[in-house]
């Protein structure tokens, strides 16, 4: 397959978590490639090790063994520092609470990823407006997270995620703290940035955030069980 | 990645905010920088101020001199009779005898009386001085206007007189004095001269503890013809209520050649005073080795000072390092974020610790300014000199910043080594 159509490509990945003194195997061999552009789910119950994977794909977490190939390029021998410039540069996160940060308003919540890339403050406000306004909170770059709902936070947390132009999204559980009406207009919003060219990495157990994506990895006791 | 001027401008700002938010909170934290930095400054305020007038009147003393004073001794039973008459103190021969050492230059003797003195209606208690004219420059005396008197009005014993400013102020509040006359007992006195200005420290250095802004200077041959060599002092109470007593010098004021010579000479000194004077009816005082303990007892006033200091500013760090943990935690999830849009551990210290250091500078801030306000309101209530040092200023902000980045320190790292995962999770 050619490399530069890869984003990610996962080589018999294992995840042990070493809790008061016991291995607990998370992910136990799992290897898979999603291309360039593609629109994943990866769904299974509790324990199945979706985050965890999530986690590893996002540089947040390291594999215990096996290899890990972001954009061709192996990121299990890194260093944190190299995992957060990684993250920085090419990702972007959200997750089911929205984790915003409480105390500064949606613009600034927005501009953070650009905060720590030390771009131009006008450059970065200027960006991070334009985002604001794309996601449809134009008029609320003022206000706190708590002043907002729960789909105006995601809708936040979405513009947030794209202030660095990453190569891919990561969501998880985008919509599960969100009524079934603000969750369908999250997941639109998020099809149209994967129909933008966005690889698009979703981890949910709602069949029907899973059946937007073109493509549903299932996910069993560390393990890839299946694959629609 | 470096960082830029810029960005680290902006990690301040932001840095700020967060404090700003929790302005009560902030505030109560670094109280303990507030008053380790304050105190610092305001307690070297005063010694500062203190030491600096004991120095200056030590010094208005000439640090080449040695100064005899006669002392009159506790009265024994004899003194109690009406008709006795007591004598005490330094004679013409003590003086012909220590002017026989090498290493003394010069001697200028002094007789002294406190007695009113009077211009028309107002008068004022004053120190009179019969002495010869050297003693203006042994003693470093200036004179403002006029003259002093010199060797023609000593040798014709003319009745000229120069007064102290104080004396001036009181006796001739709107007059020019020069050429005035003015009363002591039933003589007077023509004044030719007004001296300076001397700084006077009060009951705080009780061995030179003498106003020399109320002394009127006179030819001492004119004070042995008027008022001899005798001094009447009033005694509290009874029904003899004067005390006469024969004092032929109150005072010597030895020139020494040499300021490595001073020890010695004072010594020999000592030791020919000790042969004729059967009781100690004197005083030596030696101004440069009281200069010499005002600077040490300055030091240790300071070592003191330091070691208070250095605990009230410890006291505080760990008030602020407690604080910062306390925030480290309540931010766990931030900081998971944080680190999750990609901000590297250096990017999350520099975050806190930049908080710390804004906590403990903003203190010592506050700490300059309390410490500058209190030596003045010291000064205005209670009449003590005090001097603010600069460096005591720049050494306490310096210090209050290292507090902040020495207590900031752990619970930075603390911040910076959360795992990303379990901070996002952080409840």
Redesign the interface.
């Known amino acids: 397959m050619n490399q530069n159509n890869t984003t990610i490509k996962f080589e018999n990945v294992t995840k042990v978590y070493h809790l008061g003194g016991i291995d607990i195997p998370v992910l136990r061999g799992v290897s898979c490639e999603i291309k360039k552009g593609e629109h994943v789910a990866i769904m299974g119950p509790s324990g199945s090790g979706k985050t965890t994977m999530l986690n590893i794909i996002g540089c947040l977490d390291r594999v215990t063994s096996g290899k890990y190939f972001l954009e061709g390029k192996d990121i299990s021998t890194l260093d944190d520092d190299a995992l957060s410039e990684i993250r920085s540069r090419k990702i972007g996160f959200i997750f089911q609470s929205y984790n915003l940060i409480p105390q500064l308003t949606v613009l600034e919540n927005i501009e953070m990823p650009l905060f720590y890339q030390q771009v131009d403050e006008a450059k970065t406000r200027e960006k991070a407006i334009e985002l604001a306004q794309m996601v449809g909170l134009g008029d609320r770059i003022r206000h706190r997270p708590s002043e907002l709902s729960g789909g105006q936070q995601q809708r936040v947390a979405i513009a947030r995620a794209l202030m660095n132009d990453p190569v891919l999204i990561l969501a998880d559980e985008p919509t599960g703290n969100l009524d079934s009406v603000s969750g369908r207009e999250i997941m639109k919003l998020l099809c149209q940035l994967n129909e933008q060219g966005t690889t698009l990495i979703l981890v949910t157990h709602d069949p029907n955030v899973a059946k937007y994506s073109r493509r549903i990895l299932k996910m069993l006791d560390g393990k890839i069980s299946n694959e629609d | 990645?470096k960082?830029?001027f810029?960005?680290l401008f902006?990690i301040i700002r932001h840095g700020w905010?967060?404090i700003w938010?929790h302005k009560l909170r902030s505030l109560l934290t670094v109280l303990g920088i507030v008053f380790g930095v304050a105190s610092v400054i305001a307690m070297l305020a005063i010694g500062e101020g203190a030491s600096y007038e004991a120095r200056k009147m030590i010094e208005s003393l000439g640090s080449n001199n040695i100064i005899i004073k006669s002392i009159k001794l506790p009265a024994d039973a004899k003194s109690q009779q009406a008709s006795y008459l007591g004598v005490y103190g330094l004679t013409d021969r003590d003086l012909r005898k220590l002017e026989t050492i090498p290493s003394v230059m010069k001697i200028i003797p002094a007789w002294e009386m406190e007695d009113d003195v009077w211009y028309y209606d107002k008068n004022i208690s004053a120190r009179i001085i019969g002495t010869l004219p050297d003693y203006k420059d042994a003693m470093n005396l200036s004179i403002k206007t006029g003259r002093y008197f010199d060797e023609k009005d000593l040798e014709k014993s003319i009745p000229v007189a120069i007064i102290g400013s104080t004396v001036r102020t009181s006796l001739f509040p709107a007059e020019d004095p020069i050429g005035k006359t003015i009363k002591i007992k039933s003589s007077y006195f023509t004044i030719i001269g007004i001296a300076g200005e001397k700084v006077f420290a009060g009951a705080s250095e009780s061995f030179v503890a003498e106003d020399m802004n109320i002394a009127v200077y006179i030819p001492m041959t004119t004070t042995k013809m008027f008022f001899g060599e005798y001094e009447t002092k009033r005694t509290s109470g009874g029904i003899r209520s004067w005390e006469r007593n024969w004092v032929q010098y109150h005072r010597f004021v030895i020139q020494v050649s040499e300021t490595d010579k001073i020890l010695t000479t004072a010594s020999l000194v000592s030791d020919i005073l000790s042969q004729t004077h059967k009781k100690q009816d004197y005083q030596i005082i030696i101004p440069l080795e009281l200069l010499r303990q005002a600077e040490k007892t300055k030091r240790i006033f300071n070592i003191v000072l330091g070691s208070i200091a250095a605990i009230s500013l410890i006291v505080g760090g760990i008030g602020i390092m407690n604080i910062m943990l306390a925030i480290v935690t309540e931010r766990t999830?931030?900081i998971?974020?944080?680190?999750?849009?990609?901000?590297?551990?250096?990017?999350i210290i520099n975050q806190f610790l930049t908080e710390s250091v804004i906590l403990s500078a903003s203190g010592g801030f506050i700490g300059i300014l309390l410490g500058i306000i209190i030596p003045k309101a010291v000064t205005k209530f209670a009449g003590m000199m005090t001097l603010i040092t600069p460096w005591s200023i720049l050494l306490s902000f310096t210090i209050s910043v290292a507090v902040g980045i020495g207590f900031g320190l752990y619970p930075a790292r603390k911040a910076a080594n959360l795992d990303?995962?379990q901070a996002?999770r952080y409840e």
């Open positions: 990645m960082i830029s810029i960005h902006r905010k967060n938010l999830r931030e998971g974020i944080r680190r999750a849009v990609g901000a590297r551990k250096r990017d990303p995962i996002l």
